[in-house]
């Protein structure tokens, strides 16, 4: 591969590559959606992670990984389970704005 030193190049570059991958990540039930909500599948946030949302990555992780841990006492891993599985549709249905 031919690395051009030139800063004209690297911005147009960036700048037609970061829009590409922006514009795949925001239409819902493309293939970045399917690939977060995948990714969610394994393991609960790692699909909002993929799309950039940091906080809501947090969020959903912490709910069913405190809930799956606490297995023995039902509830909690009922409620981690529906954060897992809320997870998963989240990154399949998100839209950016």
Not at 7 to 36: C, H
Request: aromatic share 16%.
């Amino acid at each position: 591969m031919i690395y051009l030193d030139l800063p004209w190049y690297n911005k147009a570059y960036n700048l037609l590559f970061t829009s590409i991958r922006i514009e795949l990540m925001s239409q819902q039930g493309s293939a970045g959606n399917v690939i977060a909500a995948i990714a969610s599948f394994f393991f609960p946030g790692l699909g909002q992670l993929v799309q950039g949302r940091i906080f809501a990555a947090i969020v959903f992780c912490i709910i069913a990984v405190v809930g799956y841990a606490m297995w023995w006492l039902i509830f909690p891993a009922i409620i981690g389970g529906i954060a897992h599985l809320w997870s998963i549709i989240d990154a399949a249905k998100f839209r950016a704005d």
